[in-house]
């Protein structure tokens, strides 16, 4: 069973910037891809950032230039930076990764984090 918990959230001003942690309970690279998702009330669950277990990384148009998804493998964390921050990016942030086990695809999430962005 995989572990993921997060960290990082908080109230920001609009322009400001955070960092959200995730911790996982294996190794990182044990994952075919790891990612960032939020859903804000009301909304449906969007992805916001994902890294594959390569290193190639693909964003929501909405945060490009703006969100950097990375993570340490030493250390099993899965980061995700976020700057210029908007109030549309106020939300609840999780952290998903993905395996194979038996081939079967099996799915992770973490708690959740919230991220509040006043204007």
């Known amino acids: 069973q995989v572990q993921l918990v997060e960290s990082g959230g908080g109230l920001v001003q609009s322009g400001g910037s955070l960092r959200l942690s995730c911790a996982a309970s294996k190794s990182v690279l044990d994952f075919v891809v790891m990612g960032w998702y939020r859903q804000a009330p009301g909304n449906k669950r969007e992805a916001v950032a994902v890294i594959t277990h390569g290193g190639n990384t693909n964003y929501a148009d909405s945060v490009k230039g703006r969100f950097t998804v990375s993570r340490d493998n030493a250390k099993n964390v899965l980061y995700l930076q976020m700057n210029n921050l908007r109030p549309e990016a106020t939300a609840v942030y999780s952290c998903?990764?993905?395996?194979?086990?038996?081939?079967?695809?099996?799915?992770?999430w973490g708690q959740g984090t919230q991220v509040t962005v006043s204007s």
């Open positions: 998903n990764a993905q395996r194979f086990v038996d081939n079967d695809p099996v799915s992770a």
